[in-house]
């Protein structure tokens, strides 16, 4: 029961993280002095119809009363507006382009987990030997490398060059792979480095000694010892990664071409969509913040006394209430 209460809270906070967000973008589109109604119509429109269409939209309207009905269609409709290019709801377009992203970020994350933990778990274990030196090496190298140069690179090497994969994303196997080693790259790198830094710290520890001196196998100490009680770092990489892998998709997917919601927020950037860009960074914005209460929620899993500590502050909440009830 207590925990219901804890996740009910933490959603409730997005409300104002989503209202922050909004406000912000809001501010930013009311500063830019751009036209929307030139926009859409065109430069070769009257002054009269853009000023017909400027009232349709509610632009004449002041910044605080658009902001306030955006914000109520919002959290009534589940409205973000209409785009200006398409006259298409921007809902319907974010959501049919969102498993594209969500799909790409899945992707970079479980390589990373799958090929990072294990590699960040033999470097501590073989801590200052040649094994450990190369894959830190190797872990470095692939944090320096950005994302779009590799992009870049991929596509001279493996498709203009070699002719083994397209350079231009499709919905086939092939098409995905470019995209998914250009994302896996930055995951990997990351979770490498948190296990092994992790590890390091865990192993040193005094119950790891002792379970040494109790005869169990260096395996099950590893397993059972030192990456046990090493996950909260891992876990909290695993998440950062994920919602990294959404910001990044804004240049993977601009580059490959992929139909996704980072392609479609730099366009309707370019093309000043802003019922497209706020709605966009809403997305990402309740996106991200849900990743990190699902992050909250598995260290509670991998952690129960963190369990134990959410239900003791809860209860000393309720105990400072009734004292205060009680003095009044």
Same mark, same amino acid.
């Given at each position: 029961m207590e925990m219901l209460k804890y996740i009910f809270r933490r959603v409730l906070l997005l409300i104002p993280v989503i209202i922050g967000v909004m406000l912000i973008v809001f501010f930013f589109e009311s500063v830019s002095g751009d036209d929307p109604a030139l926009a859409i119509l065109g430069a070769g429109s009257t002054v009269e119809d853009r000023e017909a269409k400027r009232e349709e939209l509610g632009l004449n309207d002041p910044i605080v009363v658009q902001f306030g009905r955006y914000v109520w269609n919002f959290f009534s409709k589940g409205d973000l507006g209409t785009s200006y290019e398409t006259g298409q709801p921007v809902t319907r377009e974010i959501f049919n382009r969102f498993p594209i992203t969500i799909k790409l970020a899945v992707i970079a994350v479980f390589f990373g987990v799958v090929l990072g933990v294990p590699l960040g778990v033999w470097s501590a274990i073989r801590q200052n030997k040649p094994i450990d030196n190369a894959i830190v090496t190797f872990s470095v190298f692939l944090e320096s490398v950005p994302n779009f140069w590799l992009a870049l690179m991929l596509i001279t090497a493996l498709s203009i060059r070699l002719h083994l994969l397209p350079s231009v994303f499709s919905r086939s196997f092939a098409g995905w792979v470019l995209p998914s080693i250009t994302v896996i790259v930055a995951s990997l790198s990351m979770i490498i480095r948190v296990t092994r830094s992790s590890m390091l710290e865990t192993i040193r520890q005094d119950y790891v000694r002792t379970a040494r001196a109790k005869g169990q196998t260096e395996l099950k100490v590893i397993v059972n010892h030192v990456l046990r !009680? @090493? #996950?909260?770092?891992?876990?909290? *990489?695993?998440?950062?990664?994920?919602? +990294? =892998?959404?910001?990044?998709? #804004?240049?993977?997917? +601009?580059?490959?071409? =992929?139909?996704?919601?980072?392609? %479609? +927020?730099? *366009?309707? $950037? *370019?093309?000043? !969509? %802003?019922? &497209? $860009? #706020?709605? @966009? $960074? $809403?997305?990402? &914005?309740i996106t991200f913040s849900l990743i990190n209460l699902i992050v909250d929620l598995i260290y509670i899993l991998v952690n129960p006394s963190l369990r134990v500590s959410i239900i003791k502050s809860q209860l000393s909440k309720k105990q400072m209430r009734r004292m205060m009830k009680g003095g009044s």
């Open positions: !009680n @090493s #996950l909260i770092p891992i876990v909290n *990489s695993v998440g950062n990664a994920l919602g +990294t =892998m959404l910001g990044g998709a #804004l240049i993977v997917e +601009t580059i490959f071409g =992929m139909p996704g919601i980072g392609n %479609y +927020t730099v *366009s309707a $950037v *370019s093309a000043r !969509n %802003y019922p &497209a $860009v #706020l709605g @966009s $960074v $809403v997305i990402f &914005a």
